[in-house]
Nanobody, 126 residues
Framework: VQLQAFGGGLVQAGGSLRLSCAASGRTASSYAVGWFRQAPGKERDFVAAISRGGDNTHYADVVKGRFTIHRDIAENTVILQMYSLRPDDTAVYYC????????????????????WGQGTQVTVSS
């Protein structure tokens, strides 16, 4: 599967952005999907993940209550909707996918994932 993340941009603090992870080659619903982010000079951090079945989600504490992840089956994408953005959310955001053990598993570390998109820049100004 090939993944492409898009939807990043420049937004003021308190604003919103919607990131999309588009899958080609296979349907996105065949995989568990996660979003990660990496700021300059820092490690790649977990943001959110969704199970293959779509019923289970998991969020990093720093984004809980502000970000949501869901599947758009019709568009074969996984959406990361971001609200109440803060300057420390500034990073390159990556989506990743893997074939899961079952429909309910979610995965929250980079090494869990086999496929990665190219990343999209999110910049939040103060």
């Amino acid at each position: 599967v090939q993944l492409q993340a898009f939807g990043g941009g420049l937004v003021q603090a308190g604003g919103s952005l919607r990131l999309s992870c588009a899958a080609s080659g296979r349907t996105a619903s065949s995989y568990a999907v996660g979003w990660f982010r990496q700021a300059p000079g820092k490690e790649r951090d977990f943001v959110a993940a969704i199970s293959r079945g779509g019923d289970n989600t998991h969020y990093a504490d720093v984004v809980k209550g502000r970000f949501t992840i869901h599947r758009d089956i019709a568009e074969n994408t996984v959406i990361l909707q971001m609200y109440s953005l803060r300057p420390d959310d500034t990073a390159v955001y990556y989506c990743a996918a893997r074939a899961p053990w079952n429909n309910d598993y979610v995965y929250s570390t980079p090494r869990d994932y086999s496929y990665w998109g190219q990343g999209t820049q999110v910049t939040v100004s103060s």
